[in-house]
């Protein structure tokens, strides 16, 4: 059974979708859209609790995001380079294309 809750949130700003300043309820599921902060306030209540039971799996769990978090980053740094790259490829075709017309005229 998938285990969920409604929280408050303040949506002042937070969000672009957002147009007024109030709260407003939000459902929060445990499994596919998770972030970081909410596995870390997990970890916090084992803490308070002591119930370590599932503080291996939280760990793991956040491991893993921030692995996918870092490989976006790297994907995105990707991207700018290659967009960089063809932008000077496109120049060099440029003048290469100048530079054989100029010997066809010849």
Same mark, same amino acid.
């Given at each position: 059974? $998938? %285990?969920?809750?409604?929280? !408050?949130?303040? $949506?002042?700003? &937070?969000?672009?979708?957002? @147009? &007024? !300043?109030?709260?407003? *309820?939000?459902? +929060?599921?445990?499994?596919?859209? @998770?972030?970081?902060?909410? $596995?870390? /306030?997990?970890?916090? /209540?084992?803490? %308070?609790? @002591? !119930?370590? &039971?599932?503080?291996? &799996?939280?760990?793991?769990? $956040?491991? /893993? +995001?921030?692995? @996918? +978090?870092?490989?976006?980053?790297? #994907?995105? *740094? #990707?991207?700018?380079?290659?967009?960089?790259?063809?932008?000077?490829?496109?120049? %060099?075709?440029?003048?290469?294309?100048? *530079?054989?017309?100029?010997?066809?005229?010849?």
């Amino acid at each position: 059974m $998938v %285990e969920s809750h409604v929280a !408050n949130v303040d $949506v002042e700003g &937070s969000s672009p979708f957002t @147009r &007024s !300043n109030f709260n407003r *309820k939000y459902f +929060m599921s445990y499994g596919l859209n @998770r972030f970081v902060c909410d $596995v870390l /306030t997990e970890m916090r /209540t084992c803490m %308070e609790t @002591r !119930n370590f &039971s599932i503080l291996p &799996s939280l760990i793991e769990e $956040v491991q /893993t +995001m921030v692995n @996918r +978090m870092e490989m976006a980053l790297a #994907d995105m *740094k #990707d991207l700018e380079r290659l967009k960089k790259e063809i932008v000077y490829k496109k120049e %060099e075709l440029k003048k290469l294309e100048k *530079k054989i017309e100029k010997k066809k005229k010849k």
